[in-house]
Structures are given as C-alpha cells and as structure tokens.
C-alpha cells in the first residue's frame, strides 16, 4: 500500500525547502526590515526573513548572525538606527555555519572587531568558509569568505557580556554545530526566557540513514537530529524566535504587533508546534530513506 503523507507535512516541506532551493531567488531573504525592539536587551536587526539579533548590555553588545555577504550593511544600518554603535559590538556569535547566517561574518569581524565564538563542530566550516561543511556544493549550501574563530563553544556553554547570559546549545543534524541560543531578559517589566532556533530541517540531499554504498551524510547524523528534537522540547521558552522569521511566523506577529503590543512574541506553543512538525518531517524521512 502507499503511504499517503499528511497534507499539511507536504506543504511544511515545500515551504521550508524552499528557502533552500530558492535561495538566491528568496526576495524576503534581503529585503530590508525596519529594525525592532523585541524586548529589552533584545533587538531585531535583520531583513525580512534572515534574521539577525542584537543583545545589548552595558559593556557592549552581543550580535547574533552576518547573514548573506551583501547584509552587514543592512544589519549596521539596523543597528545604528536603533542607537547603538557597530563597533559597540564585542561578541559575534550564530545560528549555523550556513552561508545565508554567515557569509557575512568575515566584514562584521572586519569592521566591529568582535570575538567570533562557534560551535566547535561548525568552527572548522566557519574558518573555510564552508568548504570543510559535511553538504558543501551539494544543493544551495555555498561556500563563503572564511572567518577566523576565537574560541570554540560546547553544549551549554555559558557567553557572558556585561548583565546578559546566553546558553549555547548544540542542537545539531541540520548542520554539525547547529546552535540554539537562550537567554533571559524582561519583557514589559515580566521576566522571560526566550528561545532562538538554529534550524531543525534535514535538505533533501542529505542521507540520514547508513546503508551500504550510499553512508549518512556524516556518521551520527540521524543522532544528532533525535537529540535534537529530543532536548528542545525542554527548553524553557516563553519568547520564541529563530534564525529565520519564518521559523516563529515574524511577519504575521508584526502584522498583530500593532493591536498586541509586544506579546505577540510571547509563543511558546508555537514553539512546540514547530519542534513536533519538524520531527515528524524527520521520522518520516527516516523511514523513507530506509526502504
Ligand atoms: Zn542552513
């Protein structure tokens, strides 16, 4: 009998895949956004859907994601516009050592002089810009100018600037050292904890399953990503964000962001829906690949 896949897994598929497959194609992907306070400490700075953030303190400032090549102006200007002074920015940290988060990295490291911290498991792609990536070449994953890396990070590790704290945790499949960033901040005058997805999604050129002739995209992979979505469930969100803004569904909440107010951030079962959808996608990839 053939197995039906679920109507609404086909088109979560296509919709995620596509900012993959699209890429260069993805107008949201450099179109400009009018940069934002999430809540305080924490800034939206990227483009409509690549996501950048910034974690301001009061010995400097923290910026999560370069995004494409052509962005660290935007992001600059982003920054600027909000107040704060780009060469404020002391520590540079991302999502995934994927070139639509980080191609940009080597100009931001260039001009902020900020310290580059990475996953250990992305630092080596990162410092080749690309090249070292277990996918490089294969479909949409590019290489980039390569950035230098001043200290490696591990799961869980603590980055500390000034009165702000973020957990790094590996939360690896999509890429080696895939890192979900928390951190804890308030949000009109409530203490919060938010949540910024790496990535969750396999690309459909990856082998999740070892088989003779054809070995997984590198050994463990399937692993990783169980790990993953094992662990995140238990991630304390009330904020919940991403690497891209159509992870947490942005331009929508901007939209109800004008009657809501900043609430609209507050999404944690959106966070959750996210996580079992995207494991399900993964399962049902498993099985498929196995046959
Ligand atoms: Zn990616």
């Known amino acids: 009998m053939k197995k039906m ?28 956004l009018e940069p934002f306070a999430i809540a305080d400490h924490l800034y939206y700075v990227g483009s409509r859907d690549l996501a950048s953030y910034l974690v ?11 995004n494409l090549a052509t962005s660290p102006a935007q992001i600059k200007a982003s920054v600027e516009k909000l107040g704060f002074r780009w060469a404020d920015t002391k520590i540079f940290l991302n999502s ?8 940009g990295a080597a100009q931001v490291l260039r001009e902020t002089h900020a310290q580059n911290l990475v996953m250990a498991e992305d630092a080596e792609v990162m410092r080749t810009g690309g090249k ?6 294969t ?6 100018e390569a950035a230098p890396v ?9 980055v500390s600037l000034g009165e702000m704290k973020l957990t790094a945790h590996k939360t690896a499949g999509h890429t080696r050292g895939c890192t979900t960033w928390t951190l804890r901040t308030t949000l009109d005058g409530q203490e919060r904890d938010v949540v910024i997805v790496g990535g969750l999604m396999y690309l459909t ?9 054809q070995p997984a995209s590198y050994p463990g992979i399937a692993e990783d990503f169980r790990k993953t979505f094992g662990e995140m469930p238990y991630y304390p969100c009330d904020i919940f964000l991403g690497a891209h803004g159509i992870y947490f569904d942005m331009l929508a909440k901007l939209d109800r962001r004008v009657k809501q107010g900043s609430q609209v951030w507050l999404d944690r079962d959106g966070y959750l829906r996210l996580l079992e959808k995207t494991r399900q996608a993964f399962e049902a990839e498993v099985v498929r690949q196995s046959r």
């Open 5 to 32: 896949i679920q109507p609404w897994l086909h088109a979560f598929l296509a919709f995620c895949l596509s900012g993959t497959l699209q890429a260069a194609e993805n107008p949201d992907w450099t179109a400009p």
């Open 56 to 66: 301001t303190t009061s010995e400097g400032n923290i910026l999560i994601n370069a």
């Open 96 to 103: 995934q050592a994927h070139w639509d988060h980080v191609a």
């Open 132 to 137: 070292s990536d277990f996918a490089a070449n």
């Open 139 to 144: 479909d949409g994953i590019f290489t980039y």
């Open 150 to 158: 001043d200290r490696e990070l591990h799961d869980e590790d603590v």
């Open 205 to 213: 050129q990856y082998h999740l399953v070892d088989k003779p002739g």
